[in-house]
């Protein structure tokens, strides 16, 4: 009856029907006939709704984007990048593609891009006579790049979805956004020169004034990143700043937008928001039951069979995103296949970061991609071309796009080079199902581990204590070293953003013998590689790993537990207990009984080594030093 009801639903899906409907009743169908209630759909979309305070970020960064292409924003953005790089080879090609990018940050590749500038962009192209083929396919390329580029719709939707970290999605998506946009422009500049375009005169005065004309606006995406970037706005706080500034730059200020004219562009632009939350809202749900149901896990444990390289996984996934970017829009492909994707990948070692920018770059792509890109129709119907000949004006930049999406994909060090890397510091367990043991290896601060070796099951464990010893990494070697000078030496690498940790024995370990399940007595070689799953919550990253563990002095001990929070213990006996947050070179202390999280102290720390610490009061100045004690 199941199997009748999803051919039936496919068969709605393919009949037209709206996909808030055809995810909706995949949902309630299959919550029903697998014994849960009906009422676990409507308890899915609330609970996502309410643990995702980041979600209020989508509507507004989509609001200040239609407020910029509402005023005279676009012209002159176009003017000043002209002045600026116009001098070079195919200097407007090139300007064509940083005025898309900017413009598709805050649009999110809805078509708009094409639509607003198409009809300026592409007249001025002919006008300086590129070939119509080329400037055709260059106008129907750069209007879905800058999905990479924060604070880009896509990027948040993706964090929101795989529950990546934002933040570090609009850092990681930086460099490969220009990595795309320096590839077509240095095929821009071959065509300007092969075609004998002529080159604009550069002109000072000219670019001095036209940057002049953008010295509100200009400032934004700086701020924004620079903000982000050092830790000093978060993105709940990013997204009603852009619309503060924004509204009081081209309503107040520069008095481009009337404000009569306001409550066209709210309708405007929460039209495309509420599609986006109504599709999101219901597929919560669909999501939720694929992922109770194992789908992921027995994906991978099929393709297991056949895949065993990450390598190739890459490439099967570029080749499948591709196939999606074509036949889905990018918010439907992000809700409908992220949950899907995402917990193949890991299994796979490939970062959640990375995969996000991998995932958006792909669905660039397939913007353009025959048969059904969507940019193709947008820029048919925009340009009054057949379909077919944007088919052939766009080939080659599909084939530019692939060489981008090759590098950005086997080199994650793109989108992964300016992110705080992740620490060694947190709680590690392996457990070997063969041999029915588990390792629980804790890591913190200065060196100290303690670790437990126990059998799986062995409820017993509980009340063994932990051996002590210590640790210490150079490049990628990990060397443990227990009280009893004992020494065990290991590669190891961190993977998905500090959730595993991969630990390879030097050498070959030996084999053993150990009763299976059937009470027979067989012979099992323990593996050489083995992935450590990190069991907290939240991964730490490097400035955090760094405090992780018990340090004293004369006055008092502060103990710096894996959950954020600090037991400080007073000489003269009292003890309190706070909130702690890293930030860069910052420890902000919060009290843990108030529900306002108001910052009780604020200090600089420092590292005079490994095994010091030196806390600065940002207010009163004075200067602690404490020492990491080993004694837990």
Partial sequence: MSLLLNILIIVIAVAGAPLFAVLGLFSIFNFHFSGGSLLSVAQEISSQFVSMPLLASIPLFTFAGYMLASGTFSQRLIRFVKNLIGWLPGGLAIVTLIVCAFFTVFTGASGVTIIA???????????????????????????????????????????VTSSANIDQMFIAGIVPGIVLIIVLSIYAMIVGVADGVERTKFDWKELLKSAW?????????????????????????????????????????LKEIKLREMPDIIKRSMVIIGAILLIMSISFAGSNYIIYNEVPQKMFEFMQQFITSKYVFLILLNIF??????IMDIFTAIMIIVPLIAPIAYQYNVDLIHLGVIFLANLEIGYLTPPVGMNLFISSMRFKKTVVQLYGASIKFIGLLLVALVLITYIPSLSTWFIEKPSIVGKWEYVDQTLGTKDELILKAGGMYLRKKSSVGDFMALLQPYTRGYYKTERNNLILEDVNSVREAYKFEIYNNGKRLLIETEKEPEIQEVIDANGELITVAPKKQRFYENQLPQPLSGNQGRVVGVWTNSKKTLNF??????????????QKTYLYEVRKNHILIKDSESDDFDILFDFTVKYPTAQKLVLIDEKTKEQQEFSLSFEE
Avoid at 561 to 574: K, L, R, S
């Fill in 117 to 159: 500038l198409g009809g300026v962009l592409f007249p001025a192209l002919l006008k300086e006579k590129y070939n119509e083929r080329f400037s055709l396919g260059l106008v129907t390329t750069a209007g879905s790049l800058g999905l990479l580029f924060p604070p880009s719709l896509p990027l948040i939707l993706y964090g």
């Fill in 213 to 253: 004309d953008l010295k509100w606006e200009i400032p934004l995406p700086i701020l924004l990143v620079a903000g982000v970037y050092t830790g000093n706005m978060a993105l709940s706080d990013a997204a009603p700043f852009t619309v503060a500034y924004v509204f009081i730059v081209e309503v107040l200020i």
């Fill in 321 to 326: 995103l591709l196939i999606v970017g074509c």
């Fill in 561 to 574: 537990e894996f959950d954020n929070t600090i037991i400080v213990n007073y000489a003269n006996g009292n």
